[in-house]
């Protein structure tokens, strides 16, 4: 195992499966001359040269679909957003082309491309660039997506997406990717659509993804000295979605606790409790409880914010209150 940050694990993956086909490139804004916005692209110029590592003028509408238009004849574009919100601009090109092509050609036009970048609040960025965009893309049949919460899953996770051959959205952190873990080295992958227990618990599970699962390790690590045992799954994959995960683990504690930072209305949670009411409703010794940020948009008070986003004080709440303690 080799200790790298979260930016350097999106880098390896990368640069590895770049190695590996000529088919791979990536662009997108300040990928290049700059090294990445976040300098998850360190390097990556230099190594091949601008043909395969693109900047782009500010323009996702543009270069998003030159992306796709480059995967229907052959290639495997990674397009980079500074920002998911950013996308926004260029959402058109990825939910009615990428998403629908190999449809709409009767299966004469596949399209791999990974589209990746930061997702959900990072800090004092207030209410344009601290959308949580998981469950908007997830409702779009024809996405996978994506969202790794540490350095390991990110680089495999990211491994499986170039390779997949249908469009990824690939949701990453700015607040993670100072973060380090280990990583194993050599080549390895992960499935897609493949949730990971993180923590073996009894008494209640714990659902979540990506940077805010942190704040479920915190909580767990408290209920601990209370007692109380926490099972934490990260889902890793929001779309396929492993409700097999979910199922056998509240068949196990017969509680159930998810945490996500997206705005309550019709997000993953919900996708996630019409399941478990369904398929798994008698093993429910309590209702489901979910955690998400306010209904509001983001604030930029520090103050506000803090109050906003959830955190592992409401873990804490929504599992006693599911113990009835």
């Known amino acids: 195992m080799k200790t790298l940050q979260f930016r350097e694990a999106i880098q390896q993956a990368m640069s590895e499966e770049m190695r590996n086909d000529d088919t791979i490139y990536l662009m997108g804004e300040e990928v290049a001359e700059y090294n990445g916005a976040y300098k998850a692209s360190k390097g990556m110029l230099d190594e091949f040269g601008p043909e395969r590592v693109i900047d782009t003028p500010i ?11 480059s995967a229907m004849i052959g290639n495997r ?30 299966g004469q036009f596949p399209c791999p491309i990974v589209f990746r970048g930061p997702t959900a609040s990072a800090g004092q960025l207030a209410a344009t660039h601290s959308q949580a965009f998981e469950s908007w893309y997830a409702n779009c049949p024809g996405l996978k997506v994506v969202v790794p919460s540490n350095p390991a ?21 700015e607040q993670m990717y100072g973060d380090k873990g280990e990583v194993p080295e050599g080549e390895y992958t992960i499935p897609i659509g493949v949730a990971e227990i993180k923590r073996e618990g009894k008494d209640v599970t714990i659902v979540s993804f990506g940077k805010i699962i942190k704040e479920a390790y915190k909580a767990a690590d408290e209920l601990e000295k209370e007692g109380i045992s926490c099972e934490i799954i990260d889902l890793r994959t929001v779309r396929p979605m492993d409700y097999e995960a979910i199922l056998n683990s509240v068949k196990k504690t017969n509680r159930l606790v998810i945490l996500e930072e997206a ?15 369904d398929k798994a409703f008698d093993y429910l010794d309590a209702p489901v409880v979910k955690i998400n940020t306010a209904d509001t948009p983001a604030p930029y008070s520090p103050v506000l914010l803090a109050e906003w986003l959830p955190n592992h004080t409401d873990v804490i709440k929504a599992v006693k209150k599911v113990l009835y303690k």
Not at 265 to 272: A, C, D, L, Y
């Open 77 to 106: 574009p990674i397009i980079e957003f500074m920002t998911f919100n950013f996308a926004l601009v260029g959402i058109d090109q990825i939910i009615n082309n990428a998403a629908k092509i190999r449809q709409m050609s009767a």
């Open 59 to 69: 323009s996702e509408l543009g270069f998003s679909g030159i992306g796709v238009g």
């Open 263 to 277: 705005w309550p209305f019709g997000n993953v949670s919900t996708e996630i409790i019409y399941h478990v009411q």
């Open 153 to 173: 899953d990110a680089k495999g996770l990211l491994k499986s997406a170039i390779r997949d051959n249908d469009p990824v959205i690939f949701m990453e952190s």
